[in-house]
């Protein structure tokens, strides 16, 4: 994909009738992260317990219905302050929508990375979702998730690709495939067994999914992903996230290559419906995608 295929809105980051909400939002780093942070509440590490009937909002999925969400609690501008148990319930992935979807408001190429985080947990590597916005020189990595009045000790608005707090998930697949890493210590949470090869191996299908602008739920199935990677065609992943690092290393073949596999192999991308398992009840249900 070009560059300025990133300025335009997909389907998931349209703000639909909430437009001007974004457009009040000055697309500076620091001012998108704290708007989306008092928008949106992590529905489990918010440090708040939210109500059992609340908890499906992590599946609103689409900017739009996210804004609903809120606007129907506040029907406020976005900066206004939220109280924070009754912010959207959501995760990783919707503070990056979010914050993508102000940056497109602005025209500001920007795009959501898929991978592990370690700046968590000491020892663990939690999956994680960042944005990935173009400042006019370089792309940059930024959390939005995190308050920068905590104790961090890095620059979460500018994280250093190579500081190994972040690794795209095919930069962590390849390690796994390398030998270099224990795949185990990858995944979730240390208290929950959803980690491990193929949890690598299905977010490796989640990142260029994401890269091609289909922002999907981390808990979406594609049909080339796996429970056990013994059963999976390792060679197709293997493929991808060679294409994938290449790619951010400047390759506009490799690029290419990408959205090329992407568009011509229906095993790595949702088409008009996709298959989803709420992390809240475990319940499979079939999403029409179609806006």
């Not at 989306?36 to 908890?55: C, F, K, Q, T, W």
């Not at 690709?161 to 390849?174: E, I, N, Q």
């Amino acid at each position: 994909m070009d560059i300025d295929d990133y300025r335009r809105h997909s389907p998931y980051s349209d703000p639909g009738r909430h437009g001007g909400l974004l457009d009040a939002v000055p697309a500076d780093i620091p001012t998108v992260a704290a708007t989306v942070r008092n928008v949106i509440v992590h529905y489990r590490a918010g440090g708040v317990e939210l109500p059992s009937d609340r908890l499906d909002e992590v599946n609103c999925r689409w900017v739009d219905r996210i804004l609903d969400t809120d606007q129907s609690r506040f029907p406020l501008p976005l900066t206004t302050e939220r109280t924070v148990a009754d912010r959207v319930a959501g995760c990783c992935r919707d503070h990056t929508l979010l914050s993508v979807a102000i940056l497109r408001q602005h025209r500001i190429p920007s795009r959501s990375r898929v991978g592990f985080a370690s700046y968590f947990s000491p020892g663990w590597y939690h999956d994680h979702v960042l944005v990935e916005y173009w400042n006019g020189h370089r792309w940059v990595w930024a959390d939005p998730e995190i308050d920068p009045g905590g104790d961090w000790q890095f620059d979460g608005y500018d994280i250093d690709p190579k500081a190994g707090l972040f690794d795209s998930a095919a930069r962590v697949w390849s390690a796994y495939r390398a030998g270099t890493i224990d795949p185990d210590v990858y995944g979730v949470s240390p208290e929950l067994p959803i980690r491990g090869d193929w949890f690598i191996h299905d977010y490796v299908l989640l990142e260029l999914a994401h890269r091609q602008t289909d922002e999907l739920l981390l808990w979406d199935s594609l049909d080339a992903m796996t429970d056990d990677v013994t059963t999976a065609d390792l060679t197709l992943v293997d493929e991808i996230a060679a294409l994938l690092l290449a790619a951010d290393d400047g390759d506009e073949a490799a690029e290419k290559a990408l959205a090329d596999r992407y568009a011509t192999d229906a095993r790595l991308r949702p088409d008009d419906r996709v298959r989803s398992t709420s992390p809240v009840s475990g319940t499979m249900s079939v999403v029409d995608l179609r806006r």
